[in-house]
């Protein structure tokens, strides 16, 4: 993929749709950026932006921004469609977006550091951390033998340690961990953990750890919309933010740009080491999921990936280690993710990702 946004084939789409689309401006430098760029590199960015803006139309998605990431750098980016259906305000490079359950390889990538630090194992046993009963009952729990990585594996069901169910939700469990190495409650546990871990270190100012009206990035955040069937497509109802604050299942409010960091933190190893990561994207007793993170195969090489899906937004998180490549998927709709059936641990099912992957 080249460095260019692909502006003339975006354009034309656009045109052929009969919808208007914020063009950027053309300096002289990004112009002759441009002319340096080879021809076929510009018609295969052409190709995948036609291919995104085409699922997008079949979706009647309002919304969204990808970016692809090679060795840190951002090599490709593009965004479409409107943060606000009702005034028509479009989707900007540093727009927020939901980006649920991905927050949960951030949770993962904390938990490896606070292991490797002596602070806990992964082999310890959940109850012997704080429970949050108000949260989560003791009934609710299951089998009380399992432990930290149970919970981080989805295999906290069922037979501890064997049975992979996806369950989203459960991963909050692990929020009295969080307020044991904290020393503050919940949800603020999670917070700071991982304002101190992440965000601080990675310098992703533009995150919002739930979203606070009073921020500054409040205002860059695009309204949610939750899509419901009907007899002439889908119908998409606006849905307003309903937490403040982030846990380990989800609830940070992102970038393209920060998400990018995180990236390109990922492929220089800055976060964890590499065994640390291979151990966290490791599939567990034959089960499509580590700890944190999807593994599988596609177009021949290793697919490691993280989704997520909100009542009224999409995520997608895909990297390919072995090429240090990342794509970034971020939507204000859940239909994206919704569709995929994500938690049948196939990345291939999501349109965009595989749009990438087949890229």
């Not at 052409?46 to 139309?57: E, G, M, N, Q, S």
């Not at 951030?106 to 606070?114: K, P, V, W």
């Not at 490797?116 to 012997?128: N, Q, S, T, V």
């Not at 049975?163 to 969080?178: C, D, I, K």
Request: one cysteine or more.
């Amino acid at each position: 993929m080249s460095r260019c946004r692909t502006i003339a084939a975006s354009a034309d789409v656009a045109a052929k749709k009969g919808t208007s689309m914020r063009m950027p401006k053309i300096t002289v430098a990004s112009a002759a950026a441009l002319i340096a760029v080879p021809a076929h590199a510009q018609g295969a960015d052409a190709a995948f932006t036609k291919r995104l803006h085409r699922i997008a139309a079949q979706l009647d998605l309002p919304g969204f921004s990808v970016a692809v990431i090679r060795d840190g750098k951002i090599i490709y980016r593009h965004e479409e469609g409107v943060a606000d259906r009702a005034t028509g305000a479009p989707i900007r490079s540093n727009s927020l977006f939901g980006i649920a359950s991905v927050t949960k390889s951030m949770t993962g990538i904390i938990l490896a550091q606070l292991e490797a630090e002596g602070k806990i194992r992964l082999d310890d046993p959940l109850l012997a951390y704080p429970l949050n009963t108000g949260w989560h009952p003791p009934e609710g729990i299951g089998d009380p033998n399992i432990t930290i990585g149970d919970v981080l594996s989805m295999s906290a069901g069922g037979l501890p340690g064997e049975t992979y169910v996806y369950n989203g939700a459960r991963f909050n469990l692990l929020s009295g961990l969080f307020d044991k190495i904290s020393g503050v409650t919940s949800p603020q546990s999670y917070v700071v953990q991982n304002r101190q871990r992440l965000l601080g270190p990675l310098g992703m100012i533009d995150t919002m750890t739930g979203y606070q009206k009073d921020s500054p990035l409040s205002a860059r955040a695009v309204k949610r919309y939750e899509a419901q069937p009907s007899a002439s497509g889908w119908n998409y109802v606006e849905r307003h933010y309903d937490w403040d604050a982030a846990y380990p299942a989800s609830g940070l409010i992102s970038t393209i740009d920060d998400m990018a960091k995180y990236a390109a933190a990922l492929d220089r190893n800055a976060l964890i080491d590499e065994a640390a990561y291979d151990r966290l994207t490791t599939p567990r007793n034959g089960h499509p999921y580590g700890f944190g993170w999807f593994t599988q195969m596609g177009a021949g090489t290793r697919l490691h990936w993280v989704f997520g899906y909100g009542q009224a937004e999409s995520a997608l998180f895909l990297r390919v280690p072995d090429k240090k490549l990342t794509f970034i998927f971020l939507a204000n709709a859940d239909t994206p993710s919704a569709l995929g059936q994500l938690d049948y641990a196939d990345v291939l099912r999501q349109p965009f990702g595989l749009a990438f992957v087949d890229s």
